[in-house]
């Protein structure tokens, strides 16, 4: 099992920046596969950013050049740097883990991190407005 504890949330207007954190603790090989996730009211959660278990990272698009994924292995803390906020970005961030999956790909196997993630912090707010 793993623990996720977010922080960094809050209020700024748009154009500002803030960094969010994400405190993992527990069984090591359930936070291979990271990720930040969001959710406003009324809408569905969506996939921020991920990060695999080799480093790869992923965006999505409305947040490509803005939003940075990163993580510091020595403390297990997983960041998310986001700059020139917009309104469009309010909403509960959440972090999520979960173990890389082995998949086959003819006599190779390839390590992967399928969505969903099983494993949620409690969130964060971001709320971004004039």
């Known amino acids: 099992q ?7 949330g809050g209020s ?11 405190v993992a603790s527990g069984e090591t090989e359930y936070r291979d596969c990271m990720g930040w996730f969001r959710q406003a009211p009324g809408k569905e959660r969506e996939v921020v950013a991920r990060m695999g278990w080799d480093g790869s990272t992923h965006y999505t698009d409305s947040v490509k050049g803005r939003f940075t994924i990163s993580k510091d292995n020595a403390k297990n803390i997983l960041y998310l740097q986001m700059n020139s906020l917009s309104p469009e970005d309010t909403g509960m961030y959440y972090c999520a883990a979960d173990r890389a999956t082995p998949t086959y790909d003819g006599d190779l196997i390839k390590l992967e991190c399928p969505l969903p993630y099983n494993y949620w912090g409690q969130g964060t707010q971001v709320t971004v407005s004039s």
């Open 2 to 8: 793993v623990q996720l504890v977010e922080s960094g």
């Open 12 to 22: 700024v207007q748009p154009g500002e920046s803030l960094r969010l954190s994400c």
